[in-house]
């Protein structure tokens, strides 16, 4: 097994944190922001966890070896019995305080597994279905940390997730490709009389091209819209944190095509002063009377999400639980757990060699 290091760092100021979790993903921070105080220790869990995985796989080995790193460490904290490593003990909290289900977590597992497989993705119902697993899986674990079990809102907290991955994708189409790897719809790309194998072997942006990523961006933009309807079902305080997540990444989108759709020269990103209006945005819409009532119909979950939905209806009990005196720190010492496991992952990430594997975050 590839085993991290459990050394940790001494503490360091809130603002040293702060900045490591802006540098991982400035969309995650800036809609973070938002969460109450009650919800903000399990987000950071769940991302800690999230970025360590990505790094086990990217950067060990091989990607195999460290999925079955990654699966062991998931059973040891399904069995109560989280290894010494920050982020596991962390996880395992919010696992048992909080009953997720696992297969929400083998979901995200599954997805890096494509991705060390080189999957192809066909159609876009194949996207979808990657975009579940890699994004809608955190969706879900979102909302049901919330306290939210209604299927409704678990389905439109998925469709949120697979709307940004792709909008992630769409972002990332030059970068991806030089790094072997291709998302948008194979399909798509024929239809448009663009070859994928010769796209991957000198990526370069056609109207063809603009045209493909203009189809992903709409269905990542119906999709956004599908979500909006979920959010009611949130609690009050937990609103505009959502709100802010589904602005800020629709913006990604906006700003793409303002730049001209063409991810293969340069990255579209939202300027600081464009996310902070963006959140005084989601902090109105939370508050709208509207907003605070208003719930989706019965809408179907997209097919690729349904699984996730169902084995949240189906979820049992853990039947593991953490043991007696297992620590349940108090708010500073948290603060004080968690700038030690972001120092910890800034230091490998400095040490390690470059990867040559792009994740979307």
């Not at 809130?14 to 540098?23: E, F, N």
Request: with cysteine.
């Amino acid at each position: 097994m590839l085993m991290r290091s459990t050394e940790t760092a001494p503490p360091y100021d809130l603002d040293a944190c702060v900045a490591l979790m802006r540098g991982g993903s400035k969309s995650f921070f800036a809609a973070s922001r938002l969460l109450p105080q009650r919800m903000r220790s399990a987000s950071v869990a769940l991302y800690a966890f999230c970025r360590v995985a990505d790094d086990v796989v990217d950067d060990g080995e091989s990607p195999e070896l460290g999925l079955q790193e990654l699966r062991h460490r998931l059973n040891k904290i399904y069995q109560g019995q989280p290894l010494a490593n920050l982020e596991d003990q962390a996880l395992a909290l919010v696992v048992h305080q909080h009953q997720l289900p696992r297969a929400l977590l083998d979901a995200l597992l599954d997805g890096f597994a494509w991705d060390a497989q080189g999957r192809h993705y066909e159609t876009i119902a194949d996207t979808h279905a990657y975009g579940a697993r890699v994004a809608g899986a955190v969706g879900a674990m979102m909302c049901w940390i919330m306290g939210v079990r209604h299927p409704q809102a678990l389905a439109r907290a998925c469709e949120l997730g697979v709307a940004m991955q792709l909008t992630n994708i769409c972002r990332d189409v030059g970068e991806d490709a030089r790094n072997g790897r291709l998302y948008l719809p194979r399909a798509w790309l024929r239809e448009a009389g663009i070859d994928p194998t010769a796209f991957l072997a000198q990526p370069e942006c056609t109207p063809a091209l603009q045209n493909v990523i203009t189809r992903v961006l709409d269905e990542a933009d119906r999709l956004y819209n599908l979500s909006s309807q979920g959010i009611g079902y949130l609690p009050r305080d937990c609103r505009a944190a959502i709100w802010a997540a589904r602005l800020i990444y629709a913006e990604i989108g906006h700003q793409l095509r303002r730049d001209g759709l063409n991810p293969v020269a340069h990255r579209a990103v939202v300027g600081s002063t464009r996310k902070l209006a963006l959140l005084g945005q989601a902090q109105c819409m939370a508050s709208w009377p509207a907003a605070l009532s208003q719930r989706a119909p019965d809408v179907p979950p997209l097919p690729a999400i349904a699984y996730l939905v169902q084995a949240c209806e189906a979820a049992q009990p853990l039947s593991e639980s953490l043991p007696d005196g297992y620590p349940n720190r108090n708010l500073v010492d948290r603060i004080e757990w968690m700038l030690a496991l972001f120092e910890r992952l800034e230091r490998e990430r400095k040490a390690a060699p470059p990867t040559t594997l792009a994740r979307h975050s």
